[in-house]
């Protein structure tokens, strides 16, 4: 069994093509901009067998193509990493491509056997430096970073997703640190930024939760402009999502 906060069909912006994207209950950080806080919870969400993602996955199927397929996002994934692994099995068994959404901040033997089964991870990488890390999601880098190193030395693709906060990770030092010590791993296919956006601060106050980062504006072009020219000095494709 898999705990399911919701589905969505058709998604094009977690991985290559459309896809069907599982957001799974459960997360050890707690992001400051987080646009799913009712995914933090690892006692909320839907006690769901295996089996209906499979099928759900397997009638999606046509519509996925060459380069669709699913992805487990949340949440934190890794977080049922142990239940993923057969489920990950079943849906490669059927020719369906699977993506991992992952913040790398879980480490164990189930999360190293998951990340060489998938086909693709997502890996969100929040703040180089560790303190404006931990401001922002509660904890500090240093696992997601090792995360980072594991899929390069062990050969696994992945696509690498920076949320871009005004005054939090937008800074010219923040985007060339990273850059300077990620920027030669051969096995980031792409850097997406992922500019700030205010679209699930409704659910804070419904849970009664204050939003911090309310007088926080959403990025001008310029800003974003500019980030993606620094990390084009880096990285060789670079994506504004």
Not at 36 to 48: E, K, Q, V
Not at 103 to 124: A, F, M
Not at 131 to 148: D, F, I, P, S, V
Not at 177 to 205: D, M, N, W
Request: charged share 25%; with cysteine.
């Amino acid at each position: 069994m898999i705990k399911v906060h919701s589905y969505e069909s058709m998604g094009t912006f977690d991985g290559p093509g459309l896809r069907l994207v599982v957001f799974l209950q459960g997360c050890p950080f707690k992001c400051l901009y987080c646009a799913n806080p009712d995914t933090i919870d690892a006692n909320g969400g839907r006690l769901t067998p295996q089996s209906e993602i499979v099928e759900m996955a397997v009638s999606q199927k046509p519509f996925f193509g060459k380069k669709g397929g699913i992805t487990f996002s949340g949440g934190e994934p890794t977080v049922q990493a142990e239940a993923l692994i057969p489920l990950v099995e079943e849906l490669k068994s059927k020719g369906i491509h699977v993506c991992l959404d992952s913040n790398g901040g879980v480490w164990n033997e189930n999360v190293e056997r998951l990340l060489g089964l998938v086909d693709l991870v997502l890996l969100d990488v929040k703040q180089f430096n560790p303190q404006r890390h931990k401001e922002l999601t509660g904890r500090e880098n240093a696992r997601t970073l090792a995360t980072a190193k594991w899929l390069n030395d062990h050969g696994r693709k992945f696509w690498m997703r920076y949320v871009l906060v005004p005054g939090y990770s937008d800074s010219e030092d923040d985007i060339r640190s990273l850059g300077e010590a990620l920027g030669q791993y051969e096995c980031i296919e792409r850097v997406e930024i992922l500019p700030y956006h205010t679209l699930g601060v409704h659910k804070y106050a419904a849970m009664g939760w204050d939003y911090k980062l309310k007088d926080v504006k959403e990025n001008t072009p310029s800003q974003i402009e500019r980030a993606e020219r620094l990390f084009k000095e880096y990285f060789k494709t670079v994506i504004v999502n």
